[in-house]
Nanobody, 120 residues
Framework: QVPLVESGGGLVQAGGSLRLSCART?????MGWFRQAPGKEREFVAA???????YYGASAKGRFTIARDNAKNTLFLQLNSLKPEDTAVYYC?????????????????WGQGTQVTVSS
């Protein structure tokens, strides 16, 4: 099992920024970020292929940026203009990308998550 490890979460005021990292990606074909708020389903945030092609969920477009450093086996998610509704546990995930990238079924490996809390 690939031990994906997220970091970079924390408490930030509305309008602020955070940068999440996910280590040990092992250059999997597709890497993604999902988030889960209390009482809600896990939601697709963004994904990136090894080619560099990126995909974003509606909540992320224009504010979040996904990137990967294949040489360092690390995935990033830059969170800008954060809102209280962005509060959630953010998970990184990796897989072969054989299914739709917005679906959890496209990912085999998951990290433990990192908490992001945005105060108003």
């Amino acid at each position: 099992q690939v031990p994906l490890v997220e970091s970079g979460g924390g408490l930030v005021q509305a309008g602020g920024s955070l940068r999440l990292s996910c280590a040990r990606t092992n250059n999997m074909p597709v890497m993604g970020w999902f988030r889960q708020a209390p009482g809600k389903e896990r939601e697709f945030v963004a994904a990136i292929r090894s080619s560099g092609d990126t995909y974003y969920g509606a909540s992320a477009k224009g504010r979040f940026t996904i990137a990967r450093d294949n040489a360092k086996n690390t995935l990033f998610l830059q969170l800008n203009s954060l809102k209280p509704e962005d509060t959630a546990v953010y998970y990184c995930a990796g897989g072969p990308g054989s299914d739709s990238l917005t679906s959890r079924t496209a990912y085999i490996y998951w990290g433990q998550g990192t908490q992001v809390t945005v105060s108003s």
